[in-house]
């Protein structure tokens, strides 16, 4: 939760220049083309036609990163601007290379069309903001060639998902409300349930007392909620991303993190300490499958390898409420 508090170090878009605008986009295209390839090379072997229309998306990327590179070089020189996606506030991180290798092709799919709409909106806000009439144009025309690459996820989808026809409308409502309310929503979920472990099991082995174990779980929840909520829409408007409304995320990431904070915290309304503390640690065990069955559906994680890192975390995070507290 606290490295969201680190976006406000980063730049807003509205700051940046054209010779920066410019930087930033060169280096967008080239990381994404090297995203393209290693899709490519990853289903080459069971998806040779996937492949091959990947591999022109990377070729396209490139053609892109070039015409990009010789408006630079024309208005301002050979030496690039040391500025990329993590330097500025709103960017959806692309995940390495390296963490690819265990993506299925529904996840690729949905993969393609975040990254599409993400540079689609990035050339189009850019567009607004730039006064050069060259440079204007140019990032206008990249936006129209972006927006083409987003129907390559619904040729995925008719090539290896079984169906012929899809309501356009419908895959892009259902892509939306992973990117605004699923992410957001995983994430306080972890940040509740496991965050909240310590306090709560601190306090019930410290005072063994239900009602005060509950008011510890019922403080921690609620601020870890507000915290969460208002970080994650402070965080991105949106607007570069597609994310969606900063309100809707926060909800979805304040209220998933409350509710993983109380799912524990709740048993402790029942007065018997030794009842309540058994019933807790049923709760938070649902809690951490909860989490490791969003993660393998939603984020491409297998789901023993999401469960292997939720859980030992969560452990390590209860062992050290209880040890705390029984000090």
Not at 118 to 125: G, K
């Amino acid at each position: 939760m606290f490295t969201r508090f680190l976006s406000s170090s980063k730049r807003s878009f509205s700051s940046l220049n054209e010779k920066e605008i410019l930087s930033l986009a060169i280096g967008a295209e080239e990381e994404d083309g090297q995203i393209y390839r290693a899709y490519a090379e990853k289903l080459r072997e069971n998806f040779p036609g996937s492949a091959a229309l990947f591999e022109g998306m990377a070729v396209e990327e490139n053609h892109h990163r070039r015409v990009l590179l010789d408006m630079y070089k024309k208005k301002f020189g050979d030496q690039l601007v040391p500025i990329r996606r993590e330097h500025v506030r709103g960017f959806i991180a692309r995940k390495p290379i390296w963490l690819m290798q265990n993506m299925d092709i529904e996840t690729i799919r949905q993969q393609v069309w975040e990254m599409e709409v993400s540079a689609q909106n990035f050339y189009l806000q850019a567009a607004r903001q730039v006064q050069d009439v060259d440079v204007r144009k140019l990032l206008g025309d990249l936006a129209e060639q972006e927006a083409d690459h987003q129907k390559t996820a619904d040729k995925l989808e008719a090539t290896h998902l079984g169906e012929t026809v899809k309501d356009e409308e419908a895959l892009a409502a259902h892509r939306q409300f992973v990117l605004t309310y699923v992410q957001p929503g995983l994430a306080g979920l972890m940040d509740g349930s496991v965050s909240t472990l310590a306090p709560v099991f601190a306090a019930a082995f410290a005072t063994g007392s239900t009602h005060q174990t509950f008011l510890v779980g019922l403080a921690a929840a609620i601020g870890a909620g507000i915290s969460m909520g208002f970080t994650e829409a402070a965080s991105d408007d949106g607007k570069l991303t597609g994310r969606g409304s900063p309100l809707k995320r926060g909800l979805a990431a304040g209220i998933m993190t409350a509710a993983g904070g109380l799912g524990h915290a709740l048993p402790y309304l029942i007065p018997d300490f030794a009842t309540a503390t058994g019933i807790a640690i049923v709760v938070v065990l649902m809690e951490l499958w909860a989490i490791a069955f969003i993660q393998s559906k939603y984020m491409s994680t297998p789901f023993w390898r999401a469960v292997f890192q939720v859980v030992v975390g969560g452990s390590l995070v209860f062992a050290a409420g209880i040890l705390i507290g029984s000090a």
